[in-house]
């Protein structure tokens, strides 16, 4: 974790120009700009720990990065936006959070129905009018970018039906205030989103419920005479859906991508927006906050597919 | 008796003999006809790619698939009417066979540019109008046609122009084929630096273990817990900014110190700040490239290492080593003809999800700088999306089309070929997630 917030610091220091220059125009002068970049600490040294010529050991003082770093546990502190007004990194987050979280959930929720279902359906007949239908659908899912596929959405709603989707630009709904609003809003976002995860999910369901209905133990249930559904969604998909978890543990990532992508399309104000717009203005600390951020997502739900594994078969164990 | 029968038939179905083969290509064709399909869409991408425009440096080809040129204003030419009178240079009346023309309105006759000021008299067809003159003006026969030309924005598509044009009246058809040399272009640069950078890191990580194994894999550690959309972006927002040491590099250094081509001479060799091989902003789609490079690279180091791991428990790596051969002679020539089919099947896996992750992030605003006809800038630009909402949907549909296209193709012929390679699955047609880790990793970036 600090690796990653290192290397976004040091990354961006490397630019030359930073967010004061941005901000006040090439042409400002020397002294506004000294003025702005000691508002914001950015003339401190940039790291804690430096070796001076005259004094021969490590030297430890006031810097931005180890600043930042130790705020964060100490005062519950991400720094502050580096733009005009500035905006604390943590109150942003407050704001933008919920609904990059519940972007992420009903994406992942569509994603769960669009592929196990489709793809139990599919192996169940394999060779069938309804398995084609589904692996071309998965296919089609895969390939077709998010992006484009929201924009298509879009456009042709408007164009052929006269529909446009619920405007965010009103301002987002919070679940708990009216729940109708707010899934209509969600609903065509996370729908786009989930598509290409859900092809992902449907050929690893299909493939690990043909693999699951080879076994005996499914021939000992059709053979106890159980029906065609407790067979199929109790006892085979039980077994088959543990590589399922784990691949949308993994999708997680690409989740995050996505959300990025999603809400700049849909100009929904979530933490995706926020994070393409700290990197074009180049705001150092919400970009290095993010960053921080989304790896400990990304890392934490690695770990939490690890954790999902062993507990869902009890035959793994880690030491 | 049953057994006798097979035996030959299987013999038969062995023997190497031409016609049999063509006979089995035509069979797998015709049970995979999705495979096929994605292959003509691949290598609908490669010839596109490199025909598009056939200036290729040094040659100069007679060649090219692209109608227009995809960043020119496309004009369209009216004609307006024919003189029905000559004029010499000093009239300022004008008899017009054909038009009505308001005050206001101007053409041009022959070279000359000439604004109608009012109309004197309209008798049946022919109408005289006075008019101001270009500043040189010139006599006219009569029947000279008045012609009236104008930028050809938001055409529909037509026969002169299959996907219309936009509303920069360029040719949306010669945009989107030469898109894919772009694509192309930076799919395989990015593949070809990454997967090489990649594979020799993991190698060297692999064989050496310990301390350097530990540097690497941190290294990549701390780049695999980026996701890679957010990875890419900070990444190009880096090293492709204005001054950015990376770009100065790029635009200044000599890639290849004392190359002599055998046209003659030494030619500077430099990546030019525009135009190359057609296309503009050329050091920005080269640094795109780059970055999308790097992101592939960190995944082929971790999947060559793991590889690498098993490979060098081999005896046969211990017996060169007893041989006394050197660390990197045994890599060279014993590890990595190992790796190497390893390396092209990621390589092949990952030029579909580069040329994704330009498209992606391009479409974001952030990868190719827009002149440049790529198919993410494309569908990024706010006012041919603002334009499409209002009914102009061809500028922005058919780039997003054909890199759909593209990916489809792709993910198709990766399906067949995994059906042809995995026996266990034969005959169940698309193979399903047959290799979880395949299926997940081509669609990770997104």
Same mark, same amino acid.
């Given at each position: 974790?600090?690796?990653?917030s290192?290397l976004?610091f040091?990354?961006?220091?490397?630019?030359?120009?930073?967010?004061?220059?941005?901000?006040?125009g090439?042409g400002?002068?020397?002294?506004?700009?000294e003025?702005?970049?000691?508002?914001?600490?950015?003339n401190?040294?940039l790291?804690?720990?430096?070796?001076?010529?005259d004094?021969?050991w490590?030297?430890?003082q006031?810097s931005q990065?180890?600043?930042?770093?130790w705020?964060?546990?100490a005062h519950?502190?991400?720094?502050?936006?580096?733009?005009?007004g500035? #905006?604390?990194?943590?109150?942003?987050?407050?704001?933008?959070l919920?609904?990059?979280?519940?972007?992420?959930?009903m994406?992942?929720?569509?994603?769960l129905?669009?592929?196990?279902?489709?793809?139990?359906l599919?192996?169940?007949?394999?060779?069938?009018?309804i398995?084609?239908?589904?692996?071309?659908?998965?296919?089609?899912?895969?390939?077709?970018?998010?992006?484009?596929l929201?924009?298509?959405m879009?456009?042709f709603?408007?164009?052929?039906?006269?529909?446009?989707?619920?405007?965010?630009g009103?301002?987002?709904?919070?679940?708990?205030?009216?729940?109708?609003?707010?899934?209509?809003?969600?609903?065509?976002?996370?729908?786009?989103l989930?598509?290409?995860i859900?092809?992902?999910i449907?050929?690893?369901?299909?493939?690990?419920?043909?693999e699951?209905?080879?076994?005996d133990?499914i021939?000992?249930?059709w053979?106890k005479?159980?029906?065609?559904?407790t067979?199929?969604?109790r006892?085979a +998909?039980?077994?088959?859906?543990?590589?399922?978890?784990?691949?949308?543990?993994?999708?997680?990532?690409?989740?995050?991508g996505?959300?990025v992508?999603?809400?700049s399309?849909?100009?929904?104000?979530?933490?995706?927006?926020?994070?393409?717009?700290?990197?074009?203005?180049?705001?150092?600390?919400?970009?290095?906050?993010l960053? +921080?951020m989304?790896?400990f997502?990304?890392v934490?739900?690695?770990?939490m597919?690890?954790?999902a594994?062993?507990f869902?078969?009890?035959?793994?164990?880690?030491? | 008796?049953?057994?006798?029968?097979?035996l030959?038939?299987?013999?038969?179905?062995?023997?190497?003999?031409?016609?049999?083969?063509?006979?089995?290509?035509?069979?797998?064709?015709?049970?995979?006809?999705?495979?096929?399909?994605?292959?003509?869409?691949?290598?609908?991408?490669?010839?596109?790619?490199?025909f598009?425009q056939?200036?290729?440096?040094?040659?100069?080809?007679?060649?090219?698939?692209?109608?227009y040129?995809?960043?020119d204003?496309n004009?369209?030419?009216d004609?307006?009417?024919?003189?029905?009178a000559?004029?010499?240079?000093e009239?300022k009346?004008l008899?017009?066979?054909?038009s009505?023309?308001?005050?206001?309105?101007?053409?041009?006759?022959e070279t000359e540019?000439?604004?109608?000021?009012?109309?004197?008299?309209?008798?049946?067809?022919?109408?005289?109008?006075?008019?101001?003159?270009?500043?040189?003006?010139?006599?006219h #026969?009569?029947g000279?046609?008045?012609k009236h030309?104008a930028?050809?924005?938001?055409?529909?598509? $037509?026969?002169?122009?299959?996907?219309?044009?936009?509303?920069?009246?360029?040719?949306?058809?010669?945009?989107?084929?030469?898109?894919?040399?772009i694509?192309?272009?930076?799919?395989?640069?990015?593949?070809?630096?990454?997967v090489?950078?990649?594979?020799?890191?993991g190698?060297?990580?692999?064989?050496?273990?310990?301390?350097i194994?530990?540097?690497?894999?941190?290294?990549?550690?701390?780049?695999?817990?980026?996701p890679?959309?957010v990875?890419?972006l900070?990444?190009?927002?880096?090293?492709?900014?204005?001054?950015?040491?990376v770009?100065k590099?790029l635009?200044?250094?000599?890639?290849?110190?004392?190359?002599v081509?055998l046209?003659?001479g030494?030619?500077?060799i430099?990546l030019?700040?525009?135009?190359?091989?057609?296309?503009?902003n050329?050091?920005?789609?080269?640094?795109?490239?780059?970055?999308?490079?790097?992101?592939?690279?960190?995944?082929?180091?971790?999947?060559?290492?793991g590889a690498?791991?098993?490979?060098?428990?081999?005896?046969?790596?211990?017996?060169?080593?007893?041989?006394?051969?050197?660390?990197?002679?045994?890599?060279?020539?014993?590890?990595?003809?190992?790796v190497?089919?390893l390396?092209?099947?990621?390589?092949?896996?990952?030029?579909?999800?580069?040329?994704l992750?330009?498209a992606?992030?391009?479409?974001?605003?952030?990868?190719?700088?827009?002149?440049?006809?790529?198919?993410?800038?494309?569908?990024?630009d706010?006012?041919?999306?603002q334009?499409?909402?209002?009914?102009?949907?061809?500028?922005?549909?058919?780039?997003g089309?054909?890199?759909s296209?593209i990916v489809l193709?792709f993910?198709m012929?990766g399906?067949?070929?995994?059906? +042809? $390679?995995?026996?266990?699955?034969?005959g169940s047609?698309l193979?399903?997630?047959?290799?979880?880790?395949?299926?997940?990793?081509?669609?990770?970036? +997104?």
């Amino acid at each position: 974790m600090v690796g990653v917030s290192f290397l976004t610091f040091s990354s961006f220091n490397v630019i030359p120009g930073d967010a004061c220059v941005l901000r006040l125009g090439f042409g400002s002068t020397p002294e506004t700009l000294e003025d702005c970049r000691e508002q914001h600490g950015l003339n401190r040294a940039l790291f804690p720990i430096s070796i001076h010529s005259d004094a021969p050991w490590l030297h430890v003082q006031s810097s931005q990065y180890g600043d930042w770093l130790w705020d964060i546990p100490a005062h519950q502190d991400l720094g502050r936006s580096l733009a005009e007004g500035g #905006a604390e990194v943590s109150t942003e987050l407050e704001r933008r959070l919920p609904i990059t979280l519940e972007l992420m959930i009903m994406t992942i929720i569509f994603a769960l129905v669009l592929g196990v279902v489709p793809g139990v359906l599919s192996a169940v007949r394999p060779n069938t009018p309804i398995d084609w239908l589904a692996r071309i659908a998965s296919v089609l899912w895969l390939s077709i970018p998010s992006f484009y596929l929201a924009i298509l959405m879009i456009t042709f709603g408007l164009l052929w039906f006269d529909w446009t989707p619920p405007q965010f630009g009103s301002g987002y709904k919070p679940f708990m205030d009216d729940p109708w609003i707010n899934l209509q809003q969600f609903f065509f976002p996370s729908l786009v989103l989930s598509v290409g995860i859900a092809a992902v999910i449907m050929r690893l369901t299909r493939s690990a419920m043909l693999e699951v209905l080879r076994n005996d133990y499914i021939r000992t249930a059709w053979s106890k005479g159980l029906r065609e559904r407790t067979v199929v969604w109790r006892h085979a +998909l039980k077994n088959a859906l543990i590589p399922v978890i784990t691949l949308v543990g993994l999708q997680v990532g690409a989740l995050i991508g996505g959300t990025v992508i999603i809400e700049s399309v849909y100009n929904l104000n979530g933490v995706g927006k926020y994070t393409l717009e700290a990197i074009i203005r180049r705001d150092l600390f919400v970009v290095q906050s993010l960053t +921080l951020m989304f790896a400990f997502v990304y890392v934490l739900s690695n770990l939490m597919v690890d954790v999902a594994y062993a507990f869902l078969d009890p035959r793994i164990h880690y030491n | 008796m049953a057994q006798e029968v097979a035996l030959p038939l299987e013999l038969e179905e062995e023997l190497p003999e031409r016609g049999r083969r063509w006979r089995r290509l035509a069979h797998t064709a015709r049970r995979h006809p999705l495979g096929v399909f994605g292959l003509f869409c691949v290598s609908l991408l490669f010839f596109c790619g490199i025909f598009a425009q056939a200036k290729v440096p040094f040659v100069e080809l007679g060649l090219s698939i692209v109608p227009y040129d995809p960043l020119d204003i496309n004009r369209e030419t009216d004609v307006l009417g024919t003189l029905a009178a000559e004029v010499d240079a000093e009239d300022k009346q004008l008899t017009v066979l054909g038009s009505s023309l308001e005050a206001g309105s101007s053409f041009d006759l022959e070279t000359e540019r000439v604004t109608v000021t009012r109309l004197v008299s309209e008798i049946g067809d022919t109408h005289t109008v006075a008019v101001a003159r270009g500043s040189s003006p010139t006599a006219h #026969a009569q029947g000279v046609l008045l012609k009236h030309e104008a930028a050809l924005a938001l055409a529909d598509p $037509s026969f002169s122009h299959p996907f219309g044009t936009d509303h920069l009246a360029r040719d949306v058809f010669s945009r989107t084929i030469f898109g894919a040399r772009i694509s192309l272009l930076i799919g395989l640069v990015a593949v070809l630096t990454g997967v090489s950078t990649g594979a020799m890191l993991g190698v060297i990580s692999g064989y050496f273990g310990r301390i350097i194994d530990t540097i690497i894999q941190r290294g990549v550690d701390i780049l695999l817990a980026f996701p890679p959309v957010v990875l890419l972006l900070a990444i190009i927002t880096v090293v492709g900014d204005e001054d950015s040491a990376v770009r100065k590099f790029l635009a200044d250094a000599d890639l290849v110190p004392g190359f002599v081509p055998l046209i003659g001479g030494p030619i500077d060799i430099r990546l030019p700040e525009r135009d190359f091989i057609g296309i503009p902003n050329f050091i920005d789609v080269f640094i795109v490239a780059l970055a999308i490079g790097l992101a592939v690279g960190v995944f082929t180091t971790r999947v060559v290492r793991g590889a690498v791991l098993s490979i060098k428990e081999n005896v046969y790596v211990d017996a060169a080593r007893s041989m006394g051969a050197s660390d990197a002679r045994i890599m060279w020539r014993h590890i990595f003809p190992n790796v190497v089919a390893l390396v092209v099947i990621l390589g092949s896996v990952l030029l579909p999800v580069a040329i994704l992750a330009e498209a992606t992030i391009s479409f974001l605003g952030i990868g190719v700088p827009l002149p440049t006809p790529s198919w993410g800038a494309d569908l990024s630009d706010e006012k041919s999306r603002q334009l499409m909402l209002e009914g102009y949907w061809w500028p922005v549909f058919f780039p997003g089309f054909a890199l759909s296209l593209i990916v489809l193709g792709f993910n198709m012929v990766g399906d067949a070929f995994r059906d +042809l $390679s995995d026996p266990r699955l034969r005959g169940s047609g698309l193979g399903g997630g047959g290799g979880g880790g395949g299926g997940g990793g081509g669609s990770s970036p +997104l």
